[in-house]
Structures are given as C-alpha cells and as structure tokens.
C-alpha cells in the first residue's frame, strides 16, 4: 500500500506559478496511475491531471495549456507544475494513486493553493 504525501501549495498572485510535489513511499509507485484532483470550498472533487507509468497524459479542459504533469520514477515523485495561475485555480490540491489493474484509488492528505492579489 502506497502512502502519499503532497508539497508545495501556497499563496500565490494571479498569473503566477506554483510546482506541487507528491512523494510516493510504502511501494514502488512507478507501476501506479497517478494523477491530481482538486476541490475548492462548496463544489466537488475535480479531476485535474493524470500520468500513466508509460507517461501518458490527460488534463482537464480548464488547465490544459497551463498545468503540467510530470513524474522521477527514481525519486518515486509526481510533479504538478502550474503556470498563469488564477484565482479559480484556488482549492485544495489532492494527489492520487491507483495501480493499473484497480478502481481503488489512494489519497494524499491535500495541499492547499490560493491564487489572489
């Protein structure tokens, strides 16, 4: 069982940038889906980014263009980088894993990213 653990949030203006980081430990996660989810106050959990093993990857509507999703396998680490942020952006920040042959998926505790002047 992967454990999760997500760095990196904070304040930031809008059109600025912020890089999350998701360390993975307790397994081998370069096997794992991972991806990002975000949930800002009163709406629900958002789909934002996912990276397959093989480096596939798909991003919502709403950040392609803006966001990149990256992984180390070495350093077991999956990255979200987040340029010209505005303040829509502004949720907390949960990654995910789940292995390829699985429904079930993992959760980080959540990073909190707030984009306002």
């Known amino acids: 069982q992967v454990q999760l653990v997500e760095s990196g949030g904070g304040l930031v203006q809008p059109g600025g940038s912020l890089r999350l980081s998701c360390a993975v430990s307790g397994s081998d996660g370069s096997t794992y889906v991972m991806g990002w989810y975000r ?14 093993s093989g480096g ?49 998926l993992t959760w980080g505790p959540g990073t909190q990213v707030t984009v306002s002047s």
């Open 39 to 52: 949930q800002a106050p009163g709406k629900q959990r958002e789909m934002v980014a996912t990276i397959t």
């Open 56 to 104: 596939i990857t798909d991003y919502a509507d709403s950040v392609k263009g803006r966001f990149t999703i990256s992984r180390d396998s070495a350093k077991n680490t999956v990255y979200l980088q987040m340029n010209s942020l505005k303040p829509e952006d502004t949720a907390v920040y949960y990654c995910y894993a789940r292995r390829p042959t699985s429904l079930l």
